[in-house]
């Protein structure tokens, strides 16, 4: 690898890191987006975003889905594990989609405008007079950290492991032979999701087309693989999903936002997605608010002028705060009930078709709520 020079270098290229140089693509400045893997590469996650996504990075839906899956979503089961299931359906346009991670992350890449620099591990940063060296060869005025809740770039300024209780999840997406479409009795647009018992977490069984998406995640990670072996046990006695489905699923993590203590800015650094703990406190949902940080990100840059410092990066913190609100680090009223009381409560209330679609799917799940990011 050459030297380079470059007014900014974002590092990862999910989609928080395409989406801030699909935003900067007509500043004028020169941004470079590098990966340590090659894309498209595989990527472990649930896969839904909902139409405010698709609005808010102007995709095109049809020019996606003709040569990648966009799974339509019309509704919902939801319960608790061992409950009844209630089913909420949303007449007219689909409410979410299905993406494979693989397609989705690869397509906003390409487009980004940005030069890419795949297969190049972030590895360390010098401070310069007007800005930071990586890996000693690549000289910028700004790093972006977008690298997820590992992210180097967190690490290198001291803001990753700060009291930190994250998400542990595993999960899997695998195409079905064509005996495991026949046995799977899961509706390609009704997504199900099922709560545990002890309400730190819930897992999910989603079909796109010819692929099948399994996880569960935890705000609790002790004994996760006991967690998720019977999970996915009970839903092949239910049923739900074929026998001979694959057991080797893979793990990440996440931060909440409320909970997250991570500082996002420094001098001539900003962090955005999962690598500033931005994931949906309910929902776990990371893609929305890694792009909506993206595109507040490139707004705060704009206003910089080519100057980087943490004080002219404080703006970003401010518009986070006005997007997602402010943190909570300590526990909020109802983690202060006690478990028996929140069990009891939850138990009821997962049995009622307006709370399940009212809140657990419109307010958590599809934030329906709150209007794209572009038309505020």
């Not at 319960?79 to 909420?88: A, F, I, Y």
């Not at 795949?118 to 950290?145: C, H, Y």
């Not at 839903?235 to 909440?256: D, E, R, W």
Request: contains cysteine; hydrophobic residues 40%; positive net charge.
């Amino acid at each position: 690898m050459s030297k380079s020079t470059y007014d900014i270098l974002i590092i990862g290229g999910g989609p928080a890191g395409s989406s801030l140089a699909w935003a900067l693509r007509d500043s004028g400045l020169n941004i470079a987006t590098m990966d340590k893997q090659v894309f498209p590469r595989q990527k472990v996650c649930a896969g839904w975003v909902t139409p405010a996504v698709m609005q808010e990075l102007e995709i095109d839906l049809a020019d996606y889905s003709q040569h990648r899956v966009l799974q339509p979503i019309t509704g919902f089961k939801i319960s608790q594990l061992g409950q009844q299931q209630l089913r909420s359906h949303y007449a007219g346009e689909p409410v979410s989609y299905g993406i494979r991670r693989i397609e989705f992350d690869d397509y906003l890449l390409q487009r980004c405008g940005a030069e890419i620099l795949p297969a190049q591990a972030f590895k360390d940063m010098q401070k310069t007079d007007e800005g930071w060296s990586v890996n000693g060869q690549i000289k910028t005025r700004l790093v972006v950290g977008a690298g997820g809740h590992f992210c180097p770039v967190a690490r290198a300024i001291g803001s990753k492991g700060i009291s930190e209780l994250a998400v542990a999840a595993k999960e899997i997406e695998f195409e079905m032979t064509p005996e495991q479409k026949a046995a799977c009795t899961i509706e390609a647009e009704i997504p199900e999701l099922f709560f545990t018992p002890d309400l730190l977490g819930y897992g999910w069984v989603f079909r796109k087309g010819d692929y099948l998406n399994i996880g569960l995640g935890r705000e609790d990670k002790h004994k996760l693989s006991s967690h998720v072996e019977n999970f996915c046990a009970y839903l092949i006695k239910q049923g739900k999903i074929p026998a001979g489905t694959p057991q080797k699923l893979q793990g990440h993590a996440y931060l909440l936002y409320n909970h997250s203590r991570r500082k996002v800015i420094d001098e001539n650094v900003l962090l955005i997605g999962d690598s500033a703990g931005l994931a949906y406190p309910k929902s776990g949902e990371g893609i929305r608010p890694a792009v909506e940080s993206a595109l507040l990100a490139a707004e705060t840059i704009k206003n910089c002028h080519s100057e980087y410092s943490k004080a002219k990066l404080a703006d970003y913190v401010t518009r986070l705060e006005q997007r997602f609100g402010e943190r909570q680090p300590k526990p909020d009223i109802m983690e202060k009930l006690p478990l028996g009381l929140k069990k009891l409560f939850a138990s009821r209330l997962m049995q009622t078709q307006w709370f399940t679609k009212n809140i657990v799917t419109d307010k958590w799940f599809l934030q329906t709520h709150v209007p794209p990011l572009l038309s505020q």
